[in-house]
């Protein structure tokens, strides 16, 4: 699946590919390709959704998965601008196609 990603304070966009999603039953493996490789896992705890980002060392509660402005907010926060407004993207658009319930 291809995915628009807009970075609106530069003033700049970039595509990405969800090129596979992979569910365990109790979270969801997502391999996001884009200006860099990210491998993210999403699931729900008692306190919401969340998202890891083993190889960096790095995860965030997340809102529900198609709030993309919230997302990024929290994502950027754990991995840098241009790739939470990627996760960001990513995840809004599969938003519909996956149920973390």
Known sequence: MIFQCINKKRKENWTGRISSIINYGSHFEIKIESRSGI??????????????????????????LSDEFYNTEKLSNVIGTVDGITVASALAAIADEIDLA
């Open 39 to 64: 491998l993210v896992l999403v699931g729900k705890t008692s306190q919401g959704n969340f998202a890891c980002i083993p190889d960096w060392g790095a995860g965030c509660h997340l809102a529900c």
